[in-house]
């Protein structure tokens, strides 16, 4: 399959602080990335889908100035926490969209578990 | 309500022995992907149908796809502990995917 890639795999940052979590993916252009936090014994949440060129369209709930999320080539997408606080410690996971078949499929990165003290 | 359920939400078994999991939806998917996700980990794909009432077959894994796209089964025959974790299957639904909440599935040795 596809592989996605992401940088970096865990941060421990101080609150108040931005994070930025990258997310390529290595074989493939994606014009289409999605950004999903997950916690503890719990399913993906989807966050935002982050499209190249263009502005991320961003589920309800989720602030877009304080998940600053930028795709500025076809194979790179950017997520940006900024003045990050406890509650924000999560586990954070990519995907982009492979349309190189028939269908449509979806690869993840490896996640990038952060925490805010 | 969630577009995609999957039942069960837990389970648990000994090595060897065979399981079943479900993904339901009342929604017609154009295609379905099952993953399995690690502690720690991020989704692995394991598998992509398209056609309604076709069948995958992944070394001990088989993967069916509804008739009416609207489901999906995943067996597991003779489980061992490295089955364990989230099976999560997702629908490719109009411009996005959707993910149902997973099957946590502990193998016990």
């Known amino acids: 399959g596809a592989v996605v890639s992401q940088h970096p795999s865990w941060v421990i940052c101080k609150s108040g602080t931005s994070v930025k979590i990258e997310c390529r993916s290595l074989?493939?252009?994606?014009?289409?990335m999605f950004w999903y936090r997950q916690f503890p014994k719990q399913s993906l949440m989807l966050m935002a889908t982050?499209?190249?060129?263009?502005?991320?369209?961003?589920e309800q709930g989720v602030e877009k100035d304080k998940f600053l999320i930028n795709h500025a080539s076809l194979t790179l997408s950017t997520l940006t926490v900024t003045s990050a606080h406890p509650e924000d410690s999560s586990f954070y996971i990519c995907?982009?969209?492979?349309?190189?078949?028939?269908?449509?499929?979806?690869?993840f990165g490896p996640g990038t578990r952060l925490t805010v003290l | 309500t969630q577009l995609l359920e999957q039942s069960p939400q837990f389970l648990s078994i000994q090595e060897g022995e065979n399981l079943t999991v479900y993904c339901n939806s009342s929604?017609?998917?154009?295609?379905l992907q099952w993953y399995r996700q690690e502690p720690g980990e991020g989704p692995v794909l394991l598998v992509t149908?398209?056609?309604?009432?076709e069948v995958k077959k992944l070394k001990r894994l088989t993967f069916q796809f509804g008739d009416a796209r609207k489901d999906s089964s995943l067996h597991i025959t003779a489980a061992q502990p490295g089955d364990t974790g989230l099976y999560l299957c997702?629908?490719?639904?109009?411009?996005?995917?959707?993910f149902g909440p997973g099957t946590r599935l502990s193998v016990l040795p």
């Open positions: 995907s982009a969209r492979f349309s190189g078949r028939a269908w449509n499929e979806q690869f």
């Open positions: 074989d493939f252009q994606a014009t289409t």
């Open positions: 982050s499209n190249e060129g263009s502005k991320a369209t961003y």
């Open positions: 929604s017609v998917f154009s295609s």
């Open positions: 149908v398209v056609t309604g009432g």
């Open positions: 997702a629908g490719f639904y109009g411009q996005n995917f959707v």
